[in-house]
């Protein structure tokens, strides 16, 4: 059987990386979780005091990265440089230097194959910003993902709390909104659906709704 691949795209904070686990469990998919890799680079920035929209200073420090990806217990798990960073890359923080690092036409290319060489080997879910556009091109599903501002603010900050991280509400919205923006305007790879993607809004939705939803989408579009 070709391998399939399933692209699923969207603004910070729409739920793509929690569905798309669900979703890769639910078909026996490999979940790969792009924006974890970005998040992985701007760790490394973050650490050693690198300017993350500094181009330059970026590319230069990419030849000391290494990032692997290990699936451990169906679990997504990120390592730098032989350190699990898991965890790390989830600090709010972390979010814009990601959102900086990713601007870059370096760092995209540097991941770019990473992200290809899943889809060569596994049926694959994969989540990100230009999935469908840019890395899987092909994919079989393409699925944009959205939700009001607000709404993913809501879901983010209630996230940050329960990993007892101190942000406030506004915060968080005005954080998003600025990604937003930035993700949508850069001149590689910016946030935008592909011509063929499903768009999905899953404002008021509960988890298991959106989850349900996205199931119905997929298995009707795998066995066409």
């Known amino acids: 059987m070709n391998k399939a691949a399933i692209a699923i795209d969207g603004p910070s904070g729409a739920g793509k990386s929690t569905i798309s686990k669900l979703i890769a469990k639910a078909f026996g998919f490999t979940y790969v979780d792009t924006g974890a890799i970005y998040r992985t680079v701007g760790v490394y920035a973050y650490r050693n005091g690198i300017d993350p929209k500094n181009a330059v200073e970026v ?114 919205l005005a954080d998003m909104r600025l990604r937003d923006e930035q993700d949508s305007s850069r001149a590689v790879a910016p946030l935008v659906p592909a011509s063929d993607a499903i768009m999905v809004d899953t404002t008021g939705n509960t988890l298991e709704q959106s989850v349900e939803l996205l199931k119905e989408i997929i298995s009707a579009r795998l066995g066409e």
């Open 59 to 172: 590319e230069r420090a990419l030849a000391d990265i290494n990032i692997e990806i290990k699936h451990e217990k169906a679990m997504q798990r990120l390592y730098l440089n032989g350190e699990d960073v898991t965890d790390a890359i989830r600090e709010h923080i972390i979010s814009q230097y990601a959102s900086d690092v990713s601007a870059i036409p370096a760092v995209r290319a540097f991941l770019l194959d990473m992200q290809r060489g899943f889809a060569l080997r596994d049926n694959v879910i994969m989540d990100g910003r230009d999935i469908g556009t840019v890395v899987l091109p092909d994919a079989k599903i393409k699925i944009f993902l959205t939700a009001t501002d607000e709404d993913r603010a809501r879901r983010r900050y209630e996230e940050l709390l329960l990993k007892g991280q101190d942000v406030s509400f506004e915060k968080v």
